[in-house]
């Protein structure tokens, strides 16, 4: 068995050095692919390979055409948008994620990001502290309870919407659960983004929602680009100079927004939600695990294709 690790941007070391003891230890063979400019040495890379581990790298239904050997794709990490689950459904190939192995990172980053947009992207001026604030998570599930729980800690108020999950669950933890997404935007200084991109959210994040939140509002947003509506968010922080936006997720209008915005608004440069070493390892070593017990049991328990 060949399994290709393939990614534009890499694993830290010791991640790789871990995905590869798990990956020999089960008599396969491991194949790097870091780094790589040309999509044509993904296509080349995955064509004799039986399993396939990616972080961001986009698994188009070209390279699920490339890879004739391919039986599952894991993305290491829990969005999965980058993956042609069609494709993949299509070819029997399996498609995994891994799930809460990246949500602590993520969850630290939100919080730093309020620190930030609240202290005035530390440049001079007074600014805020989210002690006493209303923080709304948006989504929660393993990175919006860990947000929440972060946020506690600060000493913040913390509302929680998401229909997937029992409100009895928010209220055991200590967090107070609304009805609607309206009411949560309406309620909270601070709303922290932790839905997934799919065709019920995308663009779903647009002048509505953003123009009932509180004088001083700040979205934060550690999801998905694709979730925000640009040209509306682009139209109420023209209107309400009050508003703020932080994303780990720069927007194609970035330009316009910094030029317009100044301290109101910040991308990071490039996604750094992950970007922590000990994230780095658990993802990579989660998908490696994942891989040979499929293999060795026929386990799919983290399958998002059907």
Known sequence: MKVLLATEKPFAKTAVDGIREIVEKAKFELVLLE?????????????DVDALIVRSD?????????????????????????LDLAAC????????????????????????MMVY??????????????KGKKL??????????????????????????????????????GIIPVNTVEELYKTCHFISLHIPANEQTKKSIG???????????????????EVIHEE?????????????????????NKEDMVAKFGNRFFATPKKMGAETAEANINAGLAAANQIVKFFATGDKTFQVNK
Not at 207 to 225: E, V
């Open 232 to 252: 509306e968010m682009l139209k109420v922080l023209e209107e309400r100079a009050d508003l703020k936006y932080c994303t780990d997720i720069a927007p194609d």
């Open 89 to 112: 459904t299509a070819n029997n190939i399996v498609a995994m994620n891994t799930p809460g192995q990246n949500s602590n990172a993520v969850a630290e980053l939100a919080l730093g």
């Open 136 to 173: 709304g998570i948006h989504a929660y599930g393993h990175v919006g309870s860990l947000a929440a729980k972060i946020a506690k800690g600060f000493g913040m108020e913390v509302y929680a919407f998401d229909p997937f999950v029992p409100a009895e669950k928010m209220k055991t933890d």
């Open 207 to 225: 002048y509505k929602l953003l123009s009932m939140m509180p004088k001083g509002g700040c979205l934060i947003n550690t999801a998905r680009k």
């Open 58 to 82: 986009k698994v188009t239904a070209q390279v699920i055409d490339a890879g004739k050997n391919l039986k599952i794709v894991v993305r290491a990490g829990a969005g999965f948008d980058n």
């Open 35 to 47: 780094k790589y400019a040309d999509v044509q040495d993904f296509y080349k890379a995955v064509a």
């Open 117 to 130: 947009m609240s202290r005035n992207a530390f440049n001079p001026g007074t600014g805020t502290e989210l």
